[in-house]
């Protein structure tokens, strides 16, 4: 144990000197679940520690832009509810959730042609509880997790809690590559594919239609679930929506969804659907792991969303990301070096650098600190524990276009010392 | 799958009938993990959807009582945090929590003579979630857990999720039978005790100092951690405080604590203290499970806390609950026949009721609830399936004074009429 604690605990009045010696001999290390052993600490946790300075300029977060939050809307709503429902709203509840969240939610999906009913929908405390009741539900150790590679990372450091095997399959610019998929998608014990399709993050790369189909070919009929998480899906900036993997395998998608993007993310509330026998599990999952998410919050933000145009709202963020995505596409075109490929994403809040082979992302960080312009190395989106990768990860949702041109004609410079260094 | 959701699908413009076809044959159960197949359904969740009618005196639920709850004071400190903190309380945050939330639970603990780092402290999802995340962090499938019986059915359902073993030690009138204890407590594997020594769910018994001072020279030394779950610590109505586990054996607890019984519960937040290298895997856990902890909610709590007084507004609740609990017990005096014996909780919300034996309480639920009065049988506090308990569960928070009474009376009704088809 620790000494700090240690001295703290020599002023309570009932400490026993004898019992924390004989303590102290324990090894706590031995006492730990394998499970947690094996998870990767936060990368980006540590990363953002170095960023929150002023002065630099940060395309390492993952945040949505906090001057777009609709905060005099929610404040007149949070009045309404506390005003027409009372102390109702502060009671527990059911762990389903607010079922008329639940059947707004299930008609903004019937607009996109996709009919889903409310009791197929669970409340989650933010898309990554939905992703953490998945896990328990589904991962016995060593079970195989397809997943895009490079991925979300926090998909990777939740089922690794599980002890899952991870099949990664190259994602490329329209999509999973599809032999890879081929080769994995028999192996026994595979249960998930786990995917963003839309506006990727770490990539901002999204499945072509035929992709979508391909990917679905190959695993239809197999006993194998897509997740499909989806939290970037509203935004689209330009391009035509693409069909959900629900339209074209829909037995065997299930979806998470998020308002943690479109709305706010401090209310962690997000969503699951998922057929009865699976909803059956989750539910028991769920309410082992929090009972039901914050009700108060659930009724908050359904009050906004009947009182207010989500649709108007979201073409504000928009507007808004697409400007600041195209802003930081065209500096790249101006100042990068040619050497340097890039995704162009058609929404959402990334986009991904590749650098030529040989340069670290790593390096590359340590020398754009010191010019004050920060990002996040690719290595905490791979699967597989990395020394070294030429890839990274930029954010366009929290810097305005000034700042964005200015950032990248920094980070423009140190890649060029870095590449004259290998010359 | 469902019928239903077949049905559904067919309306789908790309929905392809071999796909379903073929997913048809194949068996969802066998995709589901171990872990989920054995937890047992929420028997509670069941009994309450047959006690919500408005003629039923209900004396199953757990819930505080919502009359009490600090409405008026929540919006004004909802109103506040929006007006002074505006956008940055809508946004991410940190996996610990609201930093001055902690200080304050760190400061109530100091007033109780324990010292605690607000470090050591981390804001759950509810203590549930605490509980969750203990879990994830402590238990391979097979270790053992030792429990008091009859202990918290939210307790059992989430070791049960980890696939843990359970040693149920039998919970006498003031504590842990000390016997029992030294039985399991050697036993290889066995890493953590969990115990709710206030004014237990679902007994309401609590600890003498004597037993927990028993205890925890039973456990000193020994590679066991105790998990003390407070959620009605506040809530006592006579007799003195006792000592916690974190005065006695400070570096073998891990309390958990939550504002569910003494703010309001919809809000699910709760905490847990443990040492630095315990809670560096806490964390870990915590972000995998849901990033952080409903940031705004932490947020508006923590104006309500300090713009008002925590320990006035709980006066109130324990000199009404104290009424209730009293008239309970005086109306079980005067109605229920001699041979049943019950507790007398010096806090909480619950008292425990013990049949003489051989008589089922499931049996009197079923006749109890044509008499318009619910309970919770006994059943669901054990570890082990049983058929059949002579024991059950009363609440008092939710019901006035003259209903407890009415209900009572009405229950000895069905008690004594059970008892004459006995002899």
């Given at each position: 144990m620790n000494s700090t604690k240690q001295d703290k605990t020599e002023?309570?009045?009932?400490?026993n000197e004898d019992s924390r010696s004989s303590w102290r001999t324990i090894e706590t290390n031995s006492l730990f679940a394998d499970r947690i052993s094996d998870v990767p600490k936060s990368f980006i946790r540590e990363i953002l520690k170095v960023t929150v300075s002023e002065s630099i300029i940060s395309f390492a977060g993952g945040l949505p832009n906090r001057d777009l939050f609709p905060t005099k809307a929610l404040q007149d709503a949070s009045n309404f509810v506390f005003e027409n429902a009372g102390s109702e709203i502060l009671q527990y509840s059911t762990t389903e959730g607010y079922l008329p969240l639940r059947k707004f939610i299930a008609e903004r999906y019937a607009l996109r042609g996709l009919e889903i009913n409310p009791e197929d929908i669970l409340i989650t405390t933010g898309s990554q509880q939905g992703l953490d009741l998945l896990g328990k539900t589904f991962i016995n150790e060593g079970d195989n997790v397809i997943i895009e590679e490079p991925g979300y990372l926090g998909a990777?450091?939740?089922?690794?809690?599980?002890?899952?095997?991870?099949l990664p399959v190259a994602l490329e610019n329209d999509g999973l590559n599809i032999e890879q998929l081929k080769q994995v998608s028999g192996k026994k014990n595979t249960k998930l594919l786990y995917t963003v399709p839309n506006f990727s993050?770490?990539?901002?790369?999204?499945?072509?239609?035929?992709?979508?189909?391909?990917?679905?070919?190959?695993?239809?009929?197999?006993?194998?679930?897509?997740?499909?998480?989806?939290?970037?899906?509203?935004?689209?900036?330009?391009?035509?929506?693409?069909?959900?993997?629900?339209?074209i395998l829909p037995e065997q998608t299930i979806l998470l969804g998020s308002f943690s993007k479109t709305v706010v993310p401090s209310?962690?509330?997000?969503?699951?659907?998922?057929?009865?026998?699976i909803m059956d599990k989750l539910l028991v999952a769920k309410q082992?792991?929090?009972l039901h998410t914050n009700y108060f919050t659930q009724r908050l933000l359904h009050q906004f969303l009947v009182s207010n145009s989500l649709d108007s709202h979201i073409k504000t963020i928009k507007e808004v990301y697409g400007r600041q995505a195209e802003a930081m596409v065209s500096s790249i075109k101006k100042y990068f070096p040619a050497e340097v490929s890039f995704t162009l994403p058609e929404g959402g809040m990334f986009l991904w650098v590749t650098l030529p082979k040989g340069i670290s992302s790593m390096k590359l960080f340590d020398l754009a600190i010191k010019e004050d312009v920060a990002f996040v190395p690719g290595n905490p989106f791979y699967t597989q524990k990395l020394e070294s990768t030429n890839t990274l990860r930029l954010n366009f949702s929290c810097v305005d276009?000034?700042?964005?041109?200015?950032?990248?004609?920094?980070?423009?410079?140190?890649?060029?010392?870095?590449?004259n260094e290998k010359l």
């Open positions: 002023t309570s009045s009932e400490s990777i450091q939740l089922f690794s809690v599980y002890r899952a095997t991870f993050n770490p990539t901002g790369i999204t499945y072509s239609t035929e992709k979508r189909k391909a990917v679905a070919e190959e695993l239809n009929g197999k006993p194998i679930f897509i997740i499909e998480d989806d939290p970037y899906g509203d935004l689209r900036y330009k391009g035509e929506n693409q069909l959900s993997f629900k339209h209310f962690r509330i997000g969503w699951i659907v998922a057929s009865k026998p082992a792991s929090d276009e000034k700042k964005i041109e200015e950032g990248i004609k920094k980070l423009s410079l140190v890649i060029k010392k870095l590449l």
